[in-house]
């Protein structure tokens, strides 16, 4: 079963940037899309964007434009950028399949706030 381990969450001032990692202990991208999710206090985990296969990269609205998604196959390390962050941002951001198949990770906070 691979594992997952998220990084790089932190305070950030609104408009700031921050850049999550999420290492993965086996292969992933050449068999699954993945993606990064998050979830705020009270609220369900959501998806926020996702890679495919192919390397094709979509995001839900409220962060298009301002996050990109990457992997690095050769480090098994999925990444999400940050830009322009906003107070809304702030939640537990984790990373898995699309169709959620591997056991989640502990997670990494984002907090925006002045």
């Known amino acids: 079963q691979v594992q997952l381990v998220e990084s790089g969450g932190g305070l950030v001032q609104p408009g700031g940037s921050l850049r999550l990692s999420c290492a993965a202990s086996g292969s992933i991208s050449t068999i699954y899309a993945m993606a990064w999710f998050r979830q705020s206090p009270g609220k369900q985990r959501e998806l926020v964007a996702w890679?495919?296969?192919?390397?094709?990269?979509n995001y839900v609205n409220s962060v298009k434009d301002r996050f990109t998604i990457s992997i690095d196959n050769a480090k098994n390390t999925v990444y999400l950028q940050m830009n322009s962050l906003k107070p809304e941002d702030t939640a537990v951001y984790y990373c898995?399949?699309?169709?959620?198949?591997?056991?989640w990770g502990q997670g990494t906070q984002v907090t925006v706030s002045s």
């Open positions: 898995n399949t699309v169709a959620r198949g591997y056991s």
């Open positions: 890679i495919s296969t192919s390397g094709r990269a």
